[in-house]
């Protein structure tokens, strides 16, 4: 595992593991797959403005974001039916996140239970929830989880439908999670009143994961949510959505440091990574990057992964002539034109072949 020398080698060793169906499951996104490939367009589009001659011999990676130190701010995004894609499923991600020095954020759809996923692992936990059932059943899972020890709560609102995922069709396949999955509709329906009584019950640090506009950032910060999880859902829900980093640029702008800001969506490489925190995000979260990672090498690939970023954004702090995240502002980073091929894995392009 620990020979796993960058982390497109971990995607097609991933690439080899995983059935067709598992893979598409996922690598795929929503229809046409425009919302993903804007995701790697929007980091690729901005380019660096290195500064030189300044002492560089220290660096340190490390960063904070809900209100917890971590090692880098790289959050793991939850992930339903992980199950499918590595035996450990939520525990394996948990483990690997609290060896490594981060935050797991857990899918309420993933095996096992959220309560064996907190005990196969110390350290800080985000709870991600969807809304499987009345307010009576909303207050039981959120009360497992607040007993359970999570430190966030996570409501995920850019899914009042399922994404029609024309890989998954294709290959009538459906993951374990939505084949299980009773009172869908409910998810349908939340609403904004919705939204506040569930972050009354949980009272404590609570966010939206599934902001894609100005908008709703602002109505957000308005009723208090103190994080806003700026994501398309990794391009598989709405399809023909801006790339979460562009998201992130205009939200940050708008908000002006009055919530915490989480992006995701196509975060690949250490590189990809200092952009968001440049734009103004306090951490990012690696969705499929991963699942690719336990599907190569269980937690131990997690591991690594998470290894090799934290030694590319040494590499690239170093070469831009910052020395921690909190000197990063938007003088480094400036919006251009973006070069060569886009695609889901366009920093991994040159596998291309290999991958698809
Ligand atoms: C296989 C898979 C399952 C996912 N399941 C969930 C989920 O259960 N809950 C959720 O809020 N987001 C879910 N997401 C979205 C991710 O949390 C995240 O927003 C997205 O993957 C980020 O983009 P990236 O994959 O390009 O890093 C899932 C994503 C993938 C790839």
Redesign the pocket.
């Known amino acids: 595992m620990s020979e796993f020398t960058c982390n497109q080698e971990i995607v097609t060793i991933a690439r080899r593991n995983l059935t067709q169906d598992v893979w598409d499951?996922?690598?795929g996104g929503a229809e046409s797959e425009m919302t993903?490939r804007r995701?790697r367009h929007a980091i690729d589009s901005y380019a660096f403005i290195p500064r030189v001659l300044r002492d560089m011999s220290s660096i340190d990676p490390s960063g904070t974001t809900l209100g917890q130190k971590v090692r880098i701010p790289v959050l793991l995004?939850?992930?339903?039916?992980?199950q499918a894609?590595h035996a450990g499923g939520g525990a394996s991600s948990a483990k690997a996140a609290a060896r490594f020095g981060t935050m797991p954020?857990i899918?309420?759809?993933?095996e096992p239970s959220l309560e064996e996923i907190a005990e196969a692992a110390d350290g800080p936990k985000v709870f991600?929830l969807?809304v499987r059932g009345d307010f009576d059943w909303i207050k039981s899972i959120v009360g497992r989880a607040k007993s359970a020890g999570y430190t966030s709560l996570?409501l995920?609102v850019?899914?009042a439908y399922y994404g029609i995922r024309e890989r998954q069709l294709m290959n009538r396949w459906l993951?374990p999670?939505v084949k299980a999955q009773k009172d869908r509709h409910l998810q349908s329906a939340i609403t904004w009143d919705l939204m506040d009584r569930i972050r009354d019950l949980w009272q404590g640090n609570f966010m939206l994961?599934?902001i894609g506009s100005v908008a709703d950032a602002v109505m957000a910060v308005e009723r208090g949510v103190d994080t806003l999880y700026i994501?398309?859902?990794?391009?598989?829900q709405l399809d023909h959505c801006l790339g979460?980093l562009e998201t992130l640029a205009e939200v940050a702008a708008a908000v002006k440091g009055r919530a915490e800001l989480i992006v995701?969506?196509?975060?690949?490489r250490g590189t990809d990574v200092i952009k968001a925190i440049a734009l103004g995000a306090s951490s990012v979260?690696?969705?499929?990057?991963?699942?690719w990672a336990l599907a190569a090498g269980g937690e131990d690939g997690l591991v690594r992964c998470l290894e090799l970023i934290e030694r590319e954004m040494i590499n690239a702090l170093g070469l831009l002539g910052v020395n921690n995240l909190a000197q990063l502002t938007t003088d480094y980073v400036r919006k251009t034109d973006v070069v060569g091929p886009t695609h889901?894995l366009s920093t991994f392009y040159h596998m291309k072949e290999r991958l698809t």
């Open positions: 499951y996922l690598t993903m995701n995004a939850p992930i339903g039916s992980l894609i954020i899918s309420s759809i993933t991600q969807y996570a995920t850019d899914s993951p999670s994961k599934g994501s398309n859902h990794g391009g598989r979460g995701d969506g196509g975060f690949l979260a690696i969705g499929r990057l991963q699942g889901e």
